[in-house]
């Protein structure tokens, strides 16, 4: 069984805020941005990886979900405590600097952690912590 990746989530409050940040900024790649029933679905990915696609979505998108936990999550989002995702870099430091010359909010500088990787956090324009991870050598 051969099981892969296609698509994670990130939750935003307002797509025309989020898309120039993963286009312009991180230089994702936009493969769909259609409206339907007064939804948005908008994906972006790494020409690195045409396999993987992070949707990006209004907070709790599912249409069955109740008024009451569409505001909680919508609350989660902008205090920043939704998860982002992690991205893996060749030159964490490089990337650093290429984001925060782009106006990203930034969250931690580069710096070498003891679990093997040297990593550096932002914010997207919604709140939700993105890292940019780079692979130590011995």
């Known amino acids: 069984m051969d099981i892969k990746l296609a698509q994670c989530f990130i ?12 286009r312009d900024v ?7 941005d259609v409206s339907y029933g007064g939804m948005r679905w908008v994906t972006v990915g790494s ?3 045409p396999g993987v696609e992070i949707v990006i979505e209004p907070p709790l998108a599912d ?4 008024p009451a ?8 989002l902008a205090k ?5 995702v992690i991205f893996s870099t060749d030159d964490c430091d490089a ?6 010359a782009a106006g990203g909010e930034v969250m931690q500088e580069p710096c070498d952690q003891p679990y093997g990787v040297r990593d550096c956090a932002f914010r997207d324009p919604a709140g939700n912590m993105l890292r940019f991870t780079q ?3 011995p």
């Not at 991180?26 to 769909?32: D, K, Y």
């Not at 936990?69 to 609350?75: G, I, K, L, P, S």
């Open 11 to 22: 939750s935003v409050d307002d797509h025309d805020k989020a898309l120039p940040f993963y």
């Open 26 to 32: 991180l230089g994702l790649e936009v493969r769909n």
């Open 47 to 49: 020409p690195a990886q």
């Open 63 to 66: 249409p069955g979900a109740s």
């Open 69 to 76: 936990d569409r505001q909680a999550v919508t609350e989660l």
């Open 80 to 84: 920043g405590l939704l998860r982002g």
């Open 95 to 100: 990337t650093f600097e290429r984001i925060r």
């Open 135 to 137: 692979a130590r050598t």
